[in-house]
């Protein structure tokens, strides 16, 4: 659960997810959030939302996409703890890139 955050980090990078307020995105980002493995984690990953909830205006088909993720059900801890990244329209574990740019390994 651990590299959720930065899968998160990516997905708002790579997808431009637009994360209005009372959004479907937003709503599967809170969801993706609400996955982190300690309150600390979930603290962290709710400050990138509210950051690209300030910075980022959704498209039509962007929220459109949000919406058809959180009505199909498959955006679960479960899935995204079992590598299913797909189930939450996330494309990549960043988590390696992550930490290298945390610990200077480039």
């Known amino acids: 659960m651990h590299r959720l955050l930065p899968i998160f980090v990516l997905f708002l990078a790579v997808a431009t997810l637009a994360l209005g307020c009372d959004s479907a995105c937003r709503e599967l980002a ?29 498209s039509d088909g962007e929220e459109d996409r949000c919406q058809e993720i959180l009505d199909s059900g ?27 740019i945390e610990l200077g390994e480039e």
Request: charged fraction near 30%; charge should be negative.
């Open 30 to 58: 809170d969801n993706i959030c609400e996955c982190q493995p300690t309150r600390a984690k979930v603290a962290r990953c709710e400050t990138t939302i509210e950051t690209a909830d300030r910075n980022i205006d959704p």
């Open 74 to 100: 498959a955006c679960t801890c479960e899935a995204l703890n079992s590598g299913d990244l797909a189930a939450c329209g996330l494309s990549e574990d960043a988590m390696d890139v992550w930490e290298e």
